[in-house]
């Protein structure tokens, strides 16, 4: 096996304090993530190099490659293992007023993670709080366009579930910030994580079906195309790709979506709310239900949202 010798190598590479260290030790993070080789030295050693550098061990001025690589890894590694180790090691690494952009965004991207993987609204809040607030600190940096745009989508969905509406405006700024985006990245060479950057873009998507909600507690002027954007919102943890692994494997199909399992309980309270404060709702659900059944514009995930949906709706109304 291959893996093996190329573990071996990268590991006696990787223990310097110069560029190609960091890439070396990049190397081996990559190849941990991929199963190639056992995690446990790997996760050890990028804790150990950190603690270093944060402790001014290797100098007062670290290997600008360096640093970012470690970071990198650091990032991948938080979201991949159950370490507490890593996410620490990481974040010691703002001490160094280096790359605060850079860490401050892996430590986003977990806490955005962990806070939609949980499977209470309670546990989800806080951690998407704290993602939040990592995020505005990364989005003073002027060229971070992928935090101001996560920033002002998770914000966003967060202001929705409190009972606020997505405005034109801040739908409006999103879409220019995510044409900016894309435009920087054409002059970029992609990277192993430009998954995420895609990721990214699909927020984007989210707050857009949010939006589409905007005349949820006003006058249903349109029952069926507002349940067709409640079904898409309320299904998205299905249908868009929030979360992207830290590194995604060669394979000729689409990565799964991802592990938002939070987002349909954070969407829930407001939107049976909206529902149930309606004494037509449960008709208009039944209706839409109705037209849909062999509706190939609807998928099967919007007609499972609906039907979820009209399930609870008629068990609030029989208390």
Not at 46 to 61: F, K, N, P, R, Y
Not at 81 to 93: G, H, K, R
Not at 143 to 168: C, E, K, M, P, V
Not at 249 to 272: I, K
Request: a negative charge; glycine letters at 6%; proline letters at 5%.
């Amino acid at each position: 096996m291959l893996a093996t010798p190329i573990g071996r190598a990268l590991r006696r590479r990787s223990g310097g304090a110069d560029a190609q260290a960091g890439i070396a030790l990049e190397g081996l993070t990559r190849l941990a993530l991929g199963g190639w080789i056992r995690s446990l030295q790997v996760r050890s050693q990028l804790v150990e190099q950190a603690t270093d550098l944060a402790e001014g061990i290797v100098g007062s001025d670290p290997d600008p490659v360096l640093l970012q690589r470690i970071i990198r890894a650091l990032g991948a590694a938080a979201e991949w293992w159950d370490d507490a180790e890593v996410p620490s090691a990481l974040e010691s690494l703002l001490s160094l007023e280096a790359c605060e952009d850079d860490i401050t965004f892996e430590l986003a991207m977990l806490h955005m993670r962990t806070g939609l993987a949980k499977n209470t609204l309670d546990e989800a809040v806080p951690a998407l709080r704290q993602a939040l607030m990592w995020l505005d600190r990364c989005s003073r940096y002027e060229d971070r366009l992928d935090a101001r745009i996560l920033h002002t989508a998770l914000d966003g969905l967060l202001s929705f579930t409190a009972g606020n509406t997505i405005s034109d405006s801040t739908l409006e700024d999103l879409h220019a910030l995510v044409v900016d985006y894309r435009l920087i990245g054409l002059r970029e060479r992609p990277t192993w994580r430009q998954p995420r950057a895609d990721a990214t873009v699909a927020w984007v998507q989210l707050t857009d079906r949010l939006h589409a909600l905007h005349s949820l507690d006003e006058v249903w002027w349109d029952p069926l195309a507002l349940i067709s954007a409640i079904a898409q919102a309320y299904s998205a943890h299905q249908t868009i790709r929030l979360l992207v692994p830290p590194d995604i494997p060669h394979a000729d199909e689409l990565p799964a979506s991802g592990d938002a399992t939070a987002l349909p309980h954070l969407l829930q309270p407001r939107l049976m709310s909206s529902l149930t404060a309606r004494g037509d709702s449960s008709a208009f659900l039944e209706r839409w239900l109705a037209l849909h059944v062999d509706d190939p514009s609807a998928s099967e995930e919007a007609r499972t949202a609906v039907r979820e949906l009209a399930g609870l709706d008629a068990h609030r109304r029989r208390q």
